[in-house]
C-alpha cells in the first residue's frame, strides 16, 4: 500500500489550501483515513479523520476551519483548509488506518506567513 500527498505550499494568513491524498495498492475497504501535522521538535498529532463510512473526526485546533473528505472509488482523502493561521504551519501526512495497520504518506509541507 502507498499513500501519496499532494497540495501543500506557502499562503498567507487567513488564506485556503487543499491537500489530497491517493491511496494505491490491495486494502480492505472498510478503513480509517485521516491526516496528521507535525511541529517541529513535536510528536504527530491528529488533525482529522474520515471513516469509510464518512463518519469525521476533527481535532479542537482545526474544528470549523478545516474539512475533510474522501472518494471511495478514488481511494482519496482531501483537506480543505481555509481561515489558515501561522499556527497552522507544519508538515502535514495522511495516514491510512486498516486492520489495526497503519500507513503513511510523505509529508508535505505547509506553511502560513502572517
Known amino acids: 500500500v502507498q499513500l501519496q500527498a499532494s497540495g501543500g505550499g506557502l499562503v498567507q494568513a487567513g488564506g485556503s489550501l487543499r491537500l489530497s491524498c491517493a491511496a494505491s495498492?490491495?486494502?480492505?475497504?472498510?478503513?480509517?483515513m485521516g491526516w496528521y501535522r507535525q511541529f517541529p521538535g513535536k510528536e504527530r498529532e491528529l488533525v482529522a479523520s474520515i471513516t469509510s463510512s464518512l463518519k469525521t473526526d476533527y481535532s479542537d485546533a482545526v474544528k470549523g476551519r478545516f474539512t475533510i473528505s474522501r472518494d471511495n472509488a478514488k481511494n482519496t482523502v482531501y483537506l480543505q483548509m481555509d481561515s489558515l493561521e501561522p499556527e497552522d504551519t507544519a508538515v502535514y501526512f495522511c495516514?491510512?488506518?486498516?486492520?489495526?495497520?497503519?500507513?503513511w504518506g510523505q509529508g508535505t509541507l505547509v506553511t502560513v506567513s502572517s
Open positions: 495516514n491510512l488506518l486498516v486492520i489495526r495497520k497503519n500507513y
Open positions: 495498492g490491495s486494502f480492505f475497504s472498510i478503513n480509517v
